[in-house]
């Protein structure tokens, strides 16, 4: 065999293995991110299934962190306050299936009775309708009991459109930067996704959140295990037919 051949083979062989190593690592991958995603959607499901609980106090809020506080269920009184609203561009929801359309979701600050700003999602608001300004039937000047779920701001992504302040419209859900452009002021580092009560005009429309996680991991896992079967496949009977030759 000349040593032009050998070095055919030897590479040949080489990029099998990367190939196949990096097929095989790309299914693992995607099998523990399957496992990561059931524990995610176990631990979700439990707690929105739990019973409401008071809202942290103050002194506890910097302790909350998303991964072992998010979307745990609150419910406490407070008043609206009278700041503007902002509103956050929605196509649909992944975790409401009574909201679907473009629309967008309405936040105002509402005052605690200790004095602190806790910022809600008050629900949608389907496009071109108009959102209630009062929290409910009642006196809108007089606290009202409110239900829903701690959530945390969302980070921009790469490709996020920026907000327009003129018309408080923004396309992430950051209630601090809500906060900071409108002079909300001071504001709790979490926001509450309400779930209850209804305002009178029906809109926003508040509710309960549900799991509706996609987990296609499996199939994308078959898929990189199948692809490198088809390398190894091919690669074997490329260096058979170099033997025979």
Same mark, same amino acid.
């Given at each position: 065999?000349?040593?032009e051949r050998m070095r055919s083979l030897l590479g040949m062989g080489v990029i099998t293995l990367i190939m196949l190593a990096t097929l095989v690592g790309l299914g693992v991958w995607q099998l523990q991110r399957r496992a990561e995603k059931h524990a995610l959607i176990a631990a979700l499901t439990e707690r929105l299934a739990t019973a409401p609980v008071a809202l942290p106090a103050k002194n506890a809020w910097p302790a909350l962190r998303p991964e072992?506080?998010?979307?745990?269920?609150?419910?406490?009184?407070?008043? &609206?306050?009278?700041k503007p609203d902002a509103r956050v561009f929605a196509a649909g929801s992944a975790l409401r299936s009574d909201i679907s359309g473009l629309g967008v979701w309405n936040f105002v600050p509402v005052k605690l009775a200790s004095g602190e700003t806790v910022v809600v999602n008050r629900g949608f608001v389907p496009d071109g309708?108009?959102?209630?300004p009062a929290l409910s039937a009642a006196d809108p000047a007089q606290p009202v009991t409110l239900t829903g779920y701690l959530r945390f701001p969302e980070k921009p992504g790469a490709f996020s459109a920026h907000e327009d302040i003129a018309k408080r419209l923004w396309f992430v859900r950051d209630h601090l930067a809500m906060s900071r452009a409108l002079h909300w002021g001071e504001v709790a580092p979490f926001y509450v996704d309400l779930e209850?009560? &209804?305002p009178p005009s029906g809109l926003p429309k508040p509710g309960p959140l549900e799991v509706h996680l996609r987990d296609p991991h499996l199939q994308y896992a078959m898929t990189w295990f199948g692809l490198a079967i088809v390398v190894a496949a091919a690669s074997g009977f490329w260096f058979a037919s170099q033997r025979r030759a």
């Open positions: 065999m000349t040593a072992q506080d998010e979307f745990r269920r609150v419910t406490f009184a407070a008043q &609206v306050d009278a309708k108009q959102a209630s209850g009560p &209804v």
